[in-house]
């Protein structure tokens, strides 16, 4: 059996997460807007090259309305009300690098790419395997929550997009309630499936996926850590 390779047009997963720790850096150091910018724009490239057009401009549509709305309000407005409003927009604004970075990672990385890459940095298997089961566990979840909406949709319960926010008692009962049950017995059977496929085994594992660092990788990781260093530095 033939191994499979990773995409070649998204990153390598050890890119990816580099990325996603430079995402978490922006907020420990507090670096300049225009450092968040272009790291924001660096990151919303891959997604795009990956085919993620949709999640790609709805991610930049709403960070550049963020920024937009903490740069127009005037530092010396008397409003409360507007200040409340920069003060949301700019702490969400500082919040989405990570989710940006985070939901590129997840959308574009497959687990058996991710499991692959967590061994070749020799993580231990005590890590990995807690991992696994979140990679899996989100999508399986929204699988169930639109498996709820359309029963709740032919019952003729909380019908429409923004039906769940005009009723928020029904979205309680009908939709969050279910999902909190279910979702440990998701846990526990991720974990179930992770262990036999023999993730917890110890010594050498072998895998039909291979990734390796190419050289797009590389160039990103450093296009990536430029502003930030040089923002840190003090230089930008």
Known sequence: MTPTTANPLALDPRAKL???????????FH????????LVVLVLTPMLSAGRWR?????????ATLVAVSYLVPADSTNPWLHGLALVAVGLRMMMPCFITGAYAFATTRASEFVCAMRR???????????MVVIRFFPTI?????????AMA??????????????????????????????????????????????GRSGAHTSLTEIRMRP?????MAACATP????????L
């Open 18 to 28: 580099f990325m996603l720790l430079l995402a978490n850096l922006l907020l420990f």
């Open 31 to 38: 670096v300049h807007t225009h450092t968040e910018i272009m």
């Open 55 to 63: 999640m790609a401009l709805r991610l930049g549509l709403v960070y």
């Open 121 to 131: 940095m020799h993580v231990p298997e005590a890590i990995v395997i807690p991992c």
């Open 142 to 150: 929204l699988q169930d929550y639109r498996q709820i909406r359309a």
């Open 154 to 199: 032919l019952r003729g319960i909380a019908v429409g997009r923004f039906a769940l926010v005009r009723h928020p008692m029904q979205s309680l009962e009908y939709v969050l309630v279910p999902l909190l049950m279910n979702a440990n017995n998701v846990a526990q059977d991720l974990s179930v499936a992770a262990l036999t496929k023999g993730l």
């Open 216 to 220: 797009v990788d590389w160039f990103a």
């Open 228 to 235: 930030v260093t040089l923002d840190i530095a003090g230089v």
